[in-house]
């Protein structure tokens, strides 16, 4: 129960299961749109692998996973900052230095390989515009609907607001609840988590906010009912988990699958079940360690997976051998720009908060 007491005093410690999930999901989405790449699915299709694509497109599920993820880590790193004497805008601070170098390198890697793509097809890249340059590297394309570089931000942008959300909420809830500070929190993330999923569709323009808060709320309330408050929570927590479920999938059996990950993430978070049992492996622990980067990193191989089209045909190789190739080769990239971009982001954190580096805070 060490873990269980150092997290319950503010202190972060590594959780394996967090790695892993946050890997085995970064992949599905990966395979999810690799096989969505028209000229794999297409022969696929005829080859005979019709049944793959259904096994395949579960792994979409995985999105909203990743913001529960999201919801659970957040909640963890912000302990330290229910003292008083922390700022919460400096919390926000950081969460921004941690993830906006590996969002501008996504930014880059993308228009490099297009402008490699259509060297190579003869043709001019497509560029942009200041105002798309100025609001893909603010977070804000959606809300001036405008052109999103990569595919996958649009999960960004979201996340972005969703830290400015708890960030308010964790605000109002110490300024006005005097005791039983983590109980209050997770009534408020209850309601508004279930607020979210039934009027989440009527509420939304076009960026999916609310129907995302639905899984981030439940990530948070998770990480609360195993670490903060009593195990009575923890039913409450499986019934929020199963209506999460509406906004992103009809009652089908990606419902039932869902409810089913969401029933043993829970119970594998807990510190007294799931935790003093699992041991990750070095597979999956390079598989979370390289997650973020490969999220971004592999859209713009699935955008132009046709230049993959063209040199498989002139090389004759074997179609099957492309979708692996679209799902393994950005796992390379990931690889390099973490080892790289890690160093970037302790020069940043040394530099911008030397004294909290310095001290471990």
């Known amino acids: 129960m060490k873990q269980a007491e150092s997290m319950a005093n503010g202190h972060r410690e590594w959780i394996p299961l967090l790695d892993a999930i946050r890997g085995l999901a970064v992949l599905g989405v990966v395979m999810t749109h690799a096989y969505g790449a028209s000229w794999i699915s297409d022969r696929y299709d005829k080859a005979g692998f019709s049944g793959f694509a259904q096994v395949v497109g579960t792994a979409v599920l995985w999105i909203p996973i990743l913001f529960w993820l999201s ?62 340059w100025l609001t893909n590297l603010t977070y804000t ?14 999960t960004l942008f979201i996340e972005v607001q969703l830290y400015l959300a708890i960030i308010a909420i964790v605000y109002i ?18 309601l508004t988590g279930l607020a979210s999923v039934f009027f989440g569709n009527r509420l939304d323009t076009g960026t999916w906010f609310t129907s995302s808060w639905a899984w981030f709320a439940l990530g948070s309330l998770n990480y609360l009912a195993s670490y903060k408050l009593t195990a009575a929570w923890y039913p409450v927590v499986l019934a929020a988990g199963m209506l ?118």
């Open 141 to 154: 394309p959606f809300i001036f609907k405008q052109y999103t570089e990569v595919g996958v931000g649009w």
């Open 244 to 361: 999460a479920t509406q906004p992103w999938t009809a009652l089908t059996h990606l419902s039932v699958l869902t409810i089913l990950i969401l029933i043993a993430i829970t119970i594998a978070f807990h510190p007294a079940i799931g935790q003093r049992h699992f041991k990750l492996g070095k597979s999956l622990t390079f598989l979370g360690d390289i997650s973020y980067p490969y999220y971004l990193l592999h859209m713009p191989f699935v955008r132009h997976s046709n230049l993959f089209a063209t040199v498989f045909e002139r090389l004759h190789l074997p179609f099957w051998l492309a979708y692996p190739v679209v799902v393994l080769l950005p796992m390379a990239f990931a690889y390099i720009a973490k080892r790289w971009l890690d160093r970037g982001d302790k020069f940043l954190m040394s530099k911008l908060f030397p004294r909290k580096v310095a001290s471990g805070k």
């Open 71 to 132: 919801g659970f880590v957040i909640m963890m790193v912000m302990q330290p900052y229910f003292d008083a004497k922390r700022s919460l805008w400096s919390f926000f601070q950081r969460r921004m230095i941690r993830i906006t170098p590996t969002w501008w390198f996504g930014i880059a890697f993308s228009i490099c390989v297009s402008i490699v793509t259509a060297a190579l097809h003869k043709q001019l890249p497509r560029g942009m515009s200041p105002i798309e």
């Open 173 to 190: 809830v110490k300024r006005f609840a005097t005791n039983n500070i983590h109980g209050v929190l997770a009534a408020v993330l209850m």
